[in-house]
């Protein structure tokens, strides 16, 4: 469908073709960057198998880096970040993210360990933010259309405060679904 109805231009200021070099490096970093956030604990930060992949990544995201300066068409465009508007959504969703993911890391440690809730029931209870913000996401491109994007964006980080500040202040080691997690989850979704 989209091949059909979307029509695909060349970028007006294009010189050539992305830099090939850096369609290698890239994955090529991330990879041993992903295995040592994932098992360098295990392994140990400061043991030589950690330290030789977070070398080897490291190393990588310098040299994609480095061909996002010099090459004519790099992989990474970082002229954008001259874009300050652009730039500061970048730091804003990159907290934004790290404050979900958080979350969604810690809550099901929670539910599974402290509260002794199955799986499914974790699924369940996890599912109700999502299903809430499926369902929500058409408000706020209502809000965004009616009262701009500031506004949209303020009720949303106000509502999310909201949410963590009830999960911080209600939420306890004994389990209760109805009383301290659904109104955060719904608040949160």
Do not use: H, K
Request: charged share 10%; net charge neutral.
């Amino acid at each position: 469908l989209g091949r059909r109805v979307l029509v695909e231009q060349a970028p007006a200021s294009a010189s050539g073709p992305t830099d090939r070099l850096s369609y290698l490096v890239g994955p090529s970093a991330l990879g041993p960057m992903m295995v040592v956030l994932a098992d360098g604990g295990d392994w140990g930060w400061l043991s030589a198998t950690t330290l030789g992949l977070g070398a080897i990544a490291l190393t990588g995201i310098g040299v994609l880096f480095r061909r996002s300066v010099v090459s004519a068409e790099p992989l990474l465009d970082l002229e954008i970040l001259r874009v300050r508007l652009y730039t500061a959504n970048l730091i804003a969703g990159s907290l934004q993210q790290a404050g979900f993911f958080a979350w969604f890391l810690t809550a099901p440690l929670i539910m599974s360990e402290l509260w002794n809730w199955s799986t499914r029931e974790i699924g369940l209870a996890l599912a109700v933010g999502q299903i809430l913000s499926t369902l929500a996401s058409p408000l706020g491109g209502q809000i965004v259309i009616r009262w701009g994007s500031n506004a949209a964006i303020a009720l949303g980080t106000s509502v999310n405060i909201a949410a963590m500040l009830w999960a911080v202040t209600a939420m306890t080691a004994a389990p209760d679904f109805w009383g301290s997690y659904l109104p955060m989850a719904l608040m949160f979704g």
